[in-house]
Every structure is written in C-alpha cells, then in structure tokens.
C-alpha cells in the first residue's frame, strides 16, 4: 500500500511562488508516473504537469509551461511542484497522484481515471 501526503499550500499574493511536494510512503516501487493536479471550486480537476521517476521526462499543462515545474528527489520518494509568477485563478486544492507504470504517458497523464493513487491535497490562494 502507497500513502501520498502533498505540503506547502499557502496563502500568496500574485506574482509570489510556493513549492509544493508530494512524499510517497509505503511500497511505491521504482517505476511510476507522478503528477499534479489541481481543482478550483466548481471546476473540473486538471492536470498540471507530470513526471516519470525512472527517467524524469516531464509533461505540462498548457497553464502550467514557464510558470512551474515538477521535479523529484528519488532519495526521499519526493515529487515536487515549484510554482512562481502565481495568479488568482491558480487558486485551487492542488493533489499529487501516482501510476505505477514504465512512464508518464502523453495520452494519459492528465487523466484522473488513469492514477490509483491520491493523496488528500494542499490549498493553494493567490489573492490579486
């Protein structure tokens, strides 16, 4: 069994930055597709940006490219999620997700369907 448990949500004003991280415990194994997603009250959840742990490609989001970027620490089983140049309408409860899987990939990682694996989120508000 895999736990994800996601930190750093905040209060911030636009233009400020946060970093977001993601630890998975428990038997999460070596191979696995990780990402952010996001939802804003009475919106669908959307994906941000992913990554694959075994070779740390990366996808983003339209929303989310030059703005933010995912990165891990394979070390500490740790995904994180910089987010700078932060706006109100990335106001949001921003989750991690796992897949166990060889990679992250482009037809699926900004599927929620697609993670079996949720942690509980962090609220992210940037006030204008």
């Known amino acids: 069994q895999v736990w994800l448990v996601e930190s750093g949500g905040n209060s911030v004003q636009a233009g400020g930055s946060l970093r977001l991280a993601c630890v998975a415990s428990g038997d999460a194994g070596s191979r696995k597709c990780m990402a952010w997603f996001r939802q804003a009250p009475g919106q669908e959840r959307e994906g941000v940006a992913s990554?694959?742990?075994?070779?740390?490609?990366?996808y983003y989001a339209d929303s989310a490219k030059g703005r933010f970027t995912i990165s891990q620490d394979n070390a500490e089983n740790t995904v994180y999620l910089q987010l700078n140049s932060l706006k109100p309408e990335d106001t949001a409860v921003y989750s991690c997700a796992m897949q166990r899987a060889l990679a992250c990939y482009s037809a699926l990682w900004s599927r929620p369907g697609w993670y079996n694996v949720w942690g509980q989120g962090t609220q992210v508000t940037v006030s204008s």
């Open positions: 990554i694959t742990t075994a070779s740390g490609s990366t």
